[in-house]
């Protein structure tokens, strides 16, 4: 057991079910996501199958079951900015990251989420990109702006 989990776990009761979604919401936000590891710890800590454990995770948009990319991106899909155009702006990382909202690229380079905002309605499309927030995003920026990202992160 790692001692990050072991210590987070530590602070709960064995066996205490209810206590299952912070757990893991305390574990991800310390590990980035929730590993194998993990999963299988938090198992035998409240006492249901590592099967169980994602399953009740995996209902929850929230968790990630792979390292994040180096490069992480959250596009604002609320009311505003899905006014805005994000569903375009959406499409486009899609193609050119070719994963899926909560994937992280082979080259573990690209990652990125969809949010409900992001605190910046009036000025959307909204994305965030390592703390970085872009404003008024149209997808043809995006082809463009994923090139410089990947460059800037294999050269680095
Ligand atoms: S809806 Fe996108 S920032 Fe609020």
Do not use: W
Not at 14 to 38: F, H, N, T
């Amino acid at each position: 057991m790692s001692t990050d989990i072991e210590s987070i776990l530590k602070k709960y009761k064995p066996g205490r079910r209810e206590y299952l979604i912070p757990m893991l919401q305390e574990i991800q936000d310390d590990l980035g996501y929730l590993s194998e590891e993990a999963i299988v710890k938090v198992g035998s800590f409240v006492g249901l199958s590592t099967t169980k454990i994602y399953g009740l995770a995996t209902f929850y948009d929230q968790f990630r079951f792979v390292p994040s990319g180096k490069v992480q991106i959250k596009i604002c899909h609320g009311t505003s900015c899905f006014l805005n155009g994000s569903q375009s702006v959406i499409d486009k990382i899609k193609e050119e990251t070719g994963i899926m909202p909560g994937q992280t690229t082979r080259d573990g380079i690209f990652s990125y989420e969809i949010v409900t905002c992001m605190g910046g309605c009036n000025n959307g499309p909204l994305i965030c990109i390592n703390g970085e927030y872009y404003t008024g995003v149209k997808a043809e920026q995006l082809p463009d702006l994923i090139k410089k990202l990947r460059f800037i992160i294999e050269n680095d």
